[in-house]
């Protein structure tokens, strides 16, 4: 018995129902197998061979890991002389306080990042799963988030009579910098599951 084939096509949109092309099946393993090698490119770069043996790849991974957990960490350093400055108002002994505070969240925020062990045939990406691991991880990327929006706020209408207002405003933007660099590491860290298309693909071409 004969069964049909389904072509593989892009989703439908309601404004496009009828522009774009199928993609035959030679188009669809070239996609999907260029779509792979930038992934490997990618994993290569940042957390390839993630697995119990230690190795020049895991070293790759911990080495990034240990790169953007310093940076924060050594950002919050410049904070400490103007936090202690007695010309300081009480409100920009808090907001510097509040940075130091931000940019520690933020290097704990990338070293506590959990990959997760890959399959048996390396498919697997590795993923944050930092939602699992309980309430202060859960919701500590948000609370740092709102710290950074503060700071960057307090930075638009800073007030210093001592004439350092260029310093605070650099101050108070600095945690936000930090923290959007390390929110795209982290980001570009994780892979793209080339499985889920590989199964969307046999699922248009039918059994």
């Known amino acids: 018995m004969l069964r049909l084939r389904k072509a593989f096509r892009y989703p439908e949109s309601d404004n496009d129902d009828s522009s774009r092309e199928e993609l035959d099946e030679q188009e669809q393993e070239t996609l999907i197998q260029s779509l792979r090698r930038q992934d490997e490119e990618r994993n290569a770069q940042y957390k390839v061979g993630y697995d119990l043996n230690p190795g020049p790849a895991r070293h790759r991974l911990i080495l ?9 960490l050594v950002s919050s350093i410049i904070y400490f002389p103007r936090s202690l400055a007695p010309s300081n108002t009480p409100l920009q002994t808090a907001f510097c306080v509040l940075g130091i505070a931000s940019l520690v969240a933020t290097a704990y925020i990338m070293w506590a990042v959990t990959p997760t062990r890959p399959d048996r045939k390396g498919k697997r990406p590795i993923r944050d799963i930092e939602r699992e691991n309980g309430f202060l991880k859960r919701y500590l990327a948000q609370i740092n988030f709102l710290a950074c929006a503060s700071l ?21 933007v600095v945690p936000g910098a930090v923290y959007l660099v390390v929110y795209i590491v982290r980001k570009t860290m994780m892979s793209v599951d080339i499985g889920e298309l590989e199964r969307l693909r046999y699922e248009f071409k039918g059994a």
Do not use: M
């Open 152 to 172: 960057s706020v307090a930075a638009c209408f800073v007030g210093d009579p001592s004439g350092s207002k260029d310093l605070l405003r650099v101050l108070y």
């Open 64 to 72: 990034s890991q240990l790169v953007f957990t310093i940076l924060p």
